[in-house]
């Protein structure tokens, strides 16, 4: 006997198809997928900020600091090409479609993304979605606008994570264990 066509007739029927429904409407999914997103309040702490005087110094702040900050660096990398597209529209469009791509595969994940039964670790989901990202974006017609935009926010993001001090950062031992590879 066919049920095609059929309303079902049970909660449990219903169970599997409202589960992504459940799953959106859930805030405790959106926090675990941002915990690393540092509060903005502390990454633009005045008094956090000093100039190294060895080089040895800039390295290590530089490493430690993306570790940290890496959702925050993220954002401010995507807004800075976000402001380079805004006199391009179509690039735009795609922009904010490769920005949902970017939520959806990357921050937003409370768990590790699953293909083929193969777990996919974050850092070979972050790499291609930055090639995915850079090849999509430079089809487009604002290559020129997308590389100076890029490039700005990677300095930007290397100047602050060069004279930003790495002594208050951590609060607890599970973060500090992040550092070590």
């Known amino acids: 006997m066919t049920t095609y066509g059929t309303n079902p007739t049970s909660a449990n ?3 599997p198809k409202l589960e992504y429904i459940t799953r959106a409407d859930d805030h405790h999914n959106v926090r675990p997928g941002l915990a690393t997103r540092r509060p903005w309040k502390q990454m633009l702490d005045l008094r956090s ?43 735009l469009l795609i922009l904010l479609a490769i920005i949902g791509a970017w939520l959806f595969l990357y921050f937003l994940r409370d768990e590790p993304l699953t293909v083929f039964d193969r777990e996919i670790d974050h850092r070979v989901v972050l790499i291609a979605m930055s090639v995915l990202t850079l090849l999509i974006l430079f089809l487009t017609d604002a290559k020129l606008n997308i590389a100076v935009a890029v490039v700005a926010g990677v300095a930007v993001v290397l100047s602050h994570a060069a004279v930003r001090k790495t002594e208050d950062m951590y609060q607890n031992e599970d973060e500090t264990s992040r550092l070590i590879p």
């Open 49 to 91: 900020f000093n100039f190294p005087r060895k080089i040895a110094t800039v390295i290590t702040r530089i490493k430690a600091n993306t570790v940290y900050f890496q959702t925050n660096y993220t954002i401010v990398v995507l807004f800075s090409v976000f402001l380079s597209l805004v006199s391009n529209p179509l690039s």
């Open 13 to 15: 029927d219903l169970a």
